[in-house]
């Protein structure tokens, strides 16, 4: 049962370009969540997160937005570049779980230039 | 910077072998993980501590068992490696509750 789900195995981006990488997630007890970003033979590398007060949390380049009515949430990066192409995983957790966090499948981005 | 080291890059053991997969962390962190990552799966928790000679089981604690005698050293025991246990193990640190995870390199593995 997965309760972070990335259904979209890959996605590819012009440079310049928006880019929106979507996350489901199912248990509603979730109220942190990040994302991480993983170049081959690296580990991932924490990106971005938002707590479930905030609607949108923006650094630079990078925007998550949760909708938490809808248990979805999105990554945005404006514009993308090219060393921008690796996996990106959606993780979330809870105070309540015994601070475990949940990852979903992964998302591979390839940014064209 | 945090600073997550697992002892080996590449694995190869045989089929029964017992396996030790190593990680130090530098940053006095209380939290510890080991991950596997496979193809479409994403990372799945294997397990987890928050304090020394604590564990917990994460979601996938078959075939595994852990150590944590020193607070920066967390230890993956494989008691008798399976080929389903091919793939590459992640651990991570963090400072304390549900905050952001500090990942090493990572350790792939291949039972033969």
């Known amino acids: ?113 | 910077d945090v600073k997550v080291t697992q002892s080996s890059r590449y694995l190869v053991k045989r089929t029964g072998e017992k396996v030790f997969l190593e990680c130090v962390q530098d940053m006095d962190h209380e939290n510890m993980f080991w991950y596997r990552q496979d193809p479409g799966l994403g990372l799945r928790l294997i397990y987890f501590s928050y304090d020394v000679k604590m564990k917990e089981k994460g979601d996938i604690p078959e075939g595994y068992s852990v150590s944590r005698e020193k607070k920066e050293r967390f230890s993956l025991i494989l008691e008798s490696a399976s080929t389903n246990q091919t793939s590459m193990y992640l651990c991570a640190s963090s400072l304390g509750g549900i905050e952001k995870l500090f990942f090493g390199s990572g350790t792939q593995l291949s039972v033969l």
């Not at chain 1, 993308?80 to 809870?94: E, L, M, T």
Request: one cysteine or more; proline letters at 4%; charged letters at 20%.
């Open chain 1, 1 to 113: 049962d997965q309760q972070v789900k990335q259904n979209s195995p890959s996605l590819s981006v012009q440079e310049g370009r928006i880019s929106i990488l979507n996350c489901d997630y199912t248990n509603s007890m979730f109220d942190y969540f990040l994302w991480y970003k993983k170049y081959p033979a690296e580990g991932p590398t924490f990106l971005i997160s938002i707590s479930s007060i905030k609607d949108k949390n923006e650094d630079g380049r990078f925007t998550v937005f949760l909708n938490k009515s809808a248990k979805h949430l999105s990554l945005h990066i404006v514009p993308s570049q090219p060393g921008d192409s690796a996996v990106y995983f959606c993780a979330a957790s809870a105070n309540t779980g015994g601070f475990k966090t949940i990852f979903g499948a992964g998302t591979r981005l390839f940014v064209k230039a």
